[in-house]
């Protein structure tokens, strides 16, 4: 299940600061130009977990879907996080997909929902739940990722914007978050096949619309 984000401010009585000094909140903007497209995100630590400084706007059209949970903080400015669940229970998607039967039943099932993440807001993604981060000119957020076990796969999602139907997916075991995701999106908006949907017809955008794309 999807809980609404929680602003920290009002979640604190004591206000605590999620950076320990002004010297930490000034080298996020100093080192802006550091945040290019497609992702505008940039690895400040990856050990035992990643840590993900991440700009705006991105250029992403892919829903990305990963086997543990990852968490956002917005620090400047808003966000838009598009995921995808069932209707019936709010929960993520199925892991697999056997055959084409049960991709028609998966897609009755789908609900494209948008989760918006304000300035002060973190927000909990459960595992397994296809997002797609949205983000805007001037912004500045922070994700928090688990170190991937040996056994998980994450996976790149692109849905048809006219019939919903998958079009393309791409799995890879993630070991360097901050180069992994930006090589299949660009792989992607280079592959005009991988982009066409095999049902209607319909090319993917590889950049998302300027009125927010899917909704």
């Given amino acids: 299940m999807l809980s609404p984000p929680l602003n920290i401010a009002r979640w604190s009585q004591a206000n605590i600061p999620i950076f320990r000094s002004e010297d930490e909140l000034s080298r996020l903007d100093e080192n802006a130009d550091l945040l290019k497209p ?13 840590v993900m400084i991440v700009g705006g706007p991105n250029e992403r059209t892919d829903y990305h879907i990963n086997e543990t949970p990852e968490w956002f903080y917005q620090y400047k400015g808003d966000m838009l996080l598009k995921v995808v669940v069932h209707k019936e229970d ?7 997909k056997k055959d084409e039967e049960e991709e028609e039943e998966e897609e009755e099932e789908r609900e494209f929902r948008d989760v918006h993440i304000r300035e ?6 459960p595992p397994n739940t296809p997002h797609n981060p949205v983000r805007f ?14 056994s998980t796969l994450d996976r790149l999602r692109w849905y048809c914007r006219v019939c919903r139907r998958v079009v393309h997916e791409k799995s890879f075991h993630c070991v360097d978050l901050g180069t992994q995701i930006k090589d299949a999106v660009n792989a992607f908006r280079d592959d005009v096949d991988a982009r066409t949907c095999r049902r209607c017809g319909t090319v993917a955008d590889v950049v998302a619309p300027k009125s927010g794309g899917q909704d």
């Fill in 120 to 125: 002060g807001d973190m927000f909990l993604l």
């Fill in 137 to 150: 000119a001037n912004t500045v957020g922070i994700v928090l990722e688990q170190r991937r076990p040996a």
């Fill in 90 to 96: 709010g929960g993520q998607e199925r892991r697999e």
């Fill in 38 to 50: 497609p992702i505008n995100n940039y690895c400040v630590y990856n050990e035992d977990f990643t």
